[in-house]
Every structure is written in C-alpha cells, then in structure tokens.
C-alpha cells in the first residue's frame, strides 16, 4: 500500500487537501495562534530531543550525524510513531514544521521512518493469517 505523507512549512495557507495536519516541533511557532493553523494535532514526541535540536542548530554536528541520532531516538521509542501512523493509515498526512528549509530539518528523516514502520506493519500482516482455519465442520473422515 502506498502512503501519502507531505511535508509543509507551519507558516503556509493551511488547505483541505492536506489532510491531517500535526506539528512536528518542540517549540511552538512565533507569531501563531493555534486557532489560525487548523491543526489536527501538536506532537512533540516524535521530534528530535531538544539537546540533538540544539547541536544541530548550532552547528555541532553535521546533517548525517543529527540524521543518524535521530534516527537512534525514533528506533528507541517507537512507540511515539503510533499516532502518526494512525493518521497515515487514514489518509493523507501533512507533517508541520515553523523550519525554513523542510528538506534540511528533521522532517524527511520522520517522514522515511513513518514509511518504513508502515512498510513494515504490513509486511507483517501478510506474513501472519488473520486466524486460525477453522475445522468445526470436519469429524476426521
């Protein structure tokens, strides 16, 4: 199954057409009000930690080492991915975020964990029958 999971800048005209909009930051964006942004939901929990944001947005570390620790913090609690793959499985996903350059913040990283999770899911359900056969009918001749 496919998923369609968009990532958007807070700050853009919310839509109809992006479906459930959650906002992915710690920190809530400057100058918004909660009621202008139609949002389906504010998720911390699946950003990154604030001292990862930190040494990212002070340059400490370099793009593939905030990816790979990011990744590392997703892996250790992955149950925080739950509610947004709900919201995938129902639709179209708008993944919020107040950063300029959405291809260089965390966004993408979320977005191909949440696939590969999704991916995964179903992998496992066609792996796995739903019940037992049933052999109420059958007397053994």
Not at 5 to 24: C, F, H, M, N, S
Not at 43 to 70: M, T
């Amino acid at each position: 199954m496919t998923y369609d999971i968009r990532l958007k800048r807070i700050y853009a005209e919310a839509e109809p057409e992006d479906g459930a909009r959650i906002l992915v930051d710690r920190l809530w964006p400057r100058g918004k009000r909660r009621e202008s942004l139609r949002l389906t939901d504010w998720y911390r929990d699946a950003s990154p930690s604030p001292g990862l944001r930190r040494a990212w947005h002070q340059e400490e570390i370099s793009r593939a080492v905030f990816v790979r620790r990011y990744r590392w913090e997703l892996n250790d609690a992955a149950e925080a991915l739950v509610p947004l793959l709900r919201h995938a499985r129902r639709g179209r996903l708008t993944l919020l975020s107040a950063a300029r350059d959405l291809e260089a913040s965390h966004l993408p990283v979320l977005r191909e964990a949440l696939l590969e999770a999704l991916a995964a899911e179903d992998a496992s359900d066609r792996d796995d029958p739903a019940s037992p056969p049933c052999y109420a009918g059958d007397n053994g001749g």
